[in-house]
């Protein structure tokens, strides 16, 4: 039977793969924190798998990374971004300013911070 391998599993792979190689991290290292073998997280960076990615595995490497698995998923294109015309903070700061994965997330954690402070504040 012949593997089946999708654009958006191609597409997770590279993405999965630039964020362990920016930080500086094994695929080992990063197999080890997941509990996985490294050959199946190198297959899955390679895109090199059977159809799919699981969702315990998403939901791992999303911790792992501290990034939501929806937002894996439209870096893969596999889920449409929202419905506005306007680009989520992370695909507008890495296209603006090419920021790492890295910065990325941690201006989003920042977002979310200023979000739930003034959210309190309407509240109240």
Do not use: H
């Amino acid at each position: 039977m012949a593997k089946y391998i999708s654009k958006e599993i191609t597409k997770l792979g590279k993405y999965l793969k630039q964020l362990r190689e920016e930080q500086g991290l094994s695929i080992r290292g990063v197999a080890k924190s997941c509990s996985f073998a490294p050959s199946y997280l190198a297959k899955i960076e390679d895109g090199d798998t059977f159809k799919t990615v699981g969702v315990a595995t998403l939901v791992k490497l999303s911790k792992f990374y501290n990034i939501p698995v929806s937002a894996m998923l439209k870096e893969a294109g596999f889920i449409d971004s929202y419905e506005s015309d306007l680009p989520e903070l992370a695909q507008y700061l890495r296209a603006k300013y090419q920021l790492s994965p890295q910065a990325i997330r941690d201006m989003e954690m920042a977002k979310e911070i200023v979000d739930k402070k003034y959210k309190r504040c309407r509240g109240a």
